[in-house]
DNA sequence: TCAATAGTGTCTTTGAGACACTATCCG
DNA sequence: CGGATAGTGTCTCAAAGACACTATTGA
């Protein structure tokens, strides 16, 4: 290889390592963080628990290929998917050179219609706590990095509501914060820092089964990621360890 | 392709791509920043700046293949580097489908020997807002991204000092700050706010041409990243646009 | 009227930004 | 002593955190 090998390429003469996507696809299931799995049939890691991925094809680009991925998985089509870090040291998959594009995904709890039944032996949720350990291949690493990275965008951006139904009320999106981070937080000073925000429209409607009804809110779709800051609390720094 | 296709792994059954490692340079040169490009002799881009970069070996890691690219470049080996970013779009690419796994890398000024001279028609360093345009390839976008990288890690981590030679002013640290965010800072506010990080260790050197003499300074390595969160203001979104 | 859940306001502390003068050195 | 560059302190404002009671509903 030269000095500048993109000056005189020849593609045959390099071998190419395989390309896989995978996609750590989160959920929130009775009011706690799930992951979604996939059970291993064959070698290598047979019988473990996989993150689900799978080999790119040469016409589609990685997003597409993680959004087919998650369809398959899924059928789910209209989500928050983000590319999270690229997985490539030589070893982790016995079987050839694999490079691993991860992307992670939050699905909304109303479009959780897993192809496969939940229970089934092969496909299936975990609570994010309850994981199987270990998982095939460096896929614990890989998950560990998708927690990191949800927990630290939680506190600068809005995906948090990327895991909600369409209306809500402002103590189950406490409740998600509570989850991801950890740890509680004060009521009055969430409501204060969400109305602040300015993210989230009144529906009018209520809702309530014991108790006083809570007031039921939309995320404002018209505010687009990006176009304003909304921050929970301060930035942690990104743990960016992998690799 | 099966819905698990990690279950039934055939590697010849697939397509592969290629796979390379761009790096984006930065470094400080007559207090301005910028980043180190090549020039293409061959089809595709003949003639267009690149951000450098090659094809991955079979026995390498990403990161020991980005730091083998630097080191072919530049003669560096002590850097910090880090992954930026995966682009893998058909097409990026004329002659056959390529992904890129871009990381960006912070250079000191004293460790800046160039395997070429410097002023070599193929290999140069360019004011970041200099740059020609376009590049060859994406690169135009991987360069933006790394740009986005860069100054939105600045206001949260300590990176800024990888861009400094061992010893240092709090003029020659405040004025990175101000290249990279493209906007003047108070100084007073600066200093008190790079002291109470408490990073910093005075050498008890000093250094002056004209003038009073400047205290010089040295970063506290025993203060690994992530030890601590040095935030020099408000964190920004990550503009996670790509792809 | 009680059990259950939803919703609200104030004070204190901390950090950010705005702002201008004094100190030291060399020639 | 004058030109050049380094270094320092205070006030104001905004945001964050701590903290406890009232409101509404259905059984």
Request: hydrophobic share 35%; no cysteine; proline share 5%.
């Amino acid at each position: 290889m030269t000095d500048q090998p993109q000056q005189a390429y020849d593609a045959s003469r390099y071998d190419r390592p395989s390309v896989t996507v995978d996609v750590v696809i989160f959920a929130l299931k009775e009011r706690e963080l799930h992951v979604l799995l996939v059970k291993r049939r064959n070698w290598p890691f047979e019988g473990y628990w996989a993150i689900p991925g799978g080999f790119i094809k040469m016409d589609e680009s990685l997003e597409e290929s993680a959004r087919r991925e998650l369809e398959e998985e899924t059928g789910v089509r209209d989500v928050y998917l983000e590319q999270l870090y690229t997985f490539g040291d030589p070893g982790r998959d016995p079987r050839t050179r694999v490079i691993s594009v991860a992307y992670f995904a939050l699905i909304r709890p109303e479009t959780q219609t897993l192809r496969r039944s939940e229970e089934s032996d092969d496909v299936r949720w975990f609570p994010v706590r309850e994981v199987p350990s270990p998982l095939a291949f460096d896929h614990d690493r890989i998950l560990r990095y998708a927690e990191d990275r949800l927990r630290s965008k939680l506190e600068y951006s809005t995906i948090a509501f990327q895991l909600l139904p369409e209306v809500f009320t402002l103590l189950e999106l406490k409740h998600i914060y509570e989850q991801i981070l950890g740890e509680e937080l004060d009521k009055r000073n969430f409501y204060r820092k969400i109305r602040e925000a300015g993210v989230l429209e009144d529906t009018g409607r209520m809702r309530g089964n014991r108790g006083r009804p809570a007031r039921l809110y939309r995320f404002r779709r018209d505010r687009r990621e990006g176009d304003f800051v909304f921050r929970w609390r301060e930035a942690r720094l990104h743990h960016e360890d992998a690799e």
